[in-house]
């Protein structure tokens, strides 16, 4: 059993190739110490209703798929150690696009 510290809140959390129904997350960490995978948190920003949460991620980036059309979602990543999780980034607001195929 390690006593350490959490792990800090990843940053510079962006949004790219934006879709109806996906979005592409990236974001930095500066204190790789045996950090253990990423979690990201989603929810439509004005929705009351609970985070939905992907785990494990061990890469830098991210796409989060099955998204509502034209929604504007609030996002989060968290860092994970052997101790625990980190507070979360700053959120990352993003509005999907619309659907159907633009000529």
Excluded: C
């Excluded at 996906?22 to 204190?31: A, D, G, I, K």
């Excluded at 989603?42 to 929705?47: D, G, L, R, V």
């Amino acid at each position: 059993m390690q006593n350490g510290p959490l792990p800090g809140p990843p940053t510079n959390v962006r949004v790219s190739e934006i879709t109806a129904t996906s979005v592409r997350l990236t974001w930095s960490y500066n204190e790789p110490e045996d950090l253990q995978y990423y979690v990201i948190q989603f929810k439509p920003k004005h929705a009351n209703q609970a985070f939905s949460e992907i785990s494990g991620i061990i890469t830098m980036f991210y796409s989060v798929r099955n998204l509502s059309p034209y929604t504007e979602y609030e996002m989060y990543v968290i860092a994970v150690n052997n101790i625990g999780r980190g507070p979360p980034s700053a959120p990352a607001v993003v509005t999907t696009g619309e659907t159907g195929t633009k000529s």
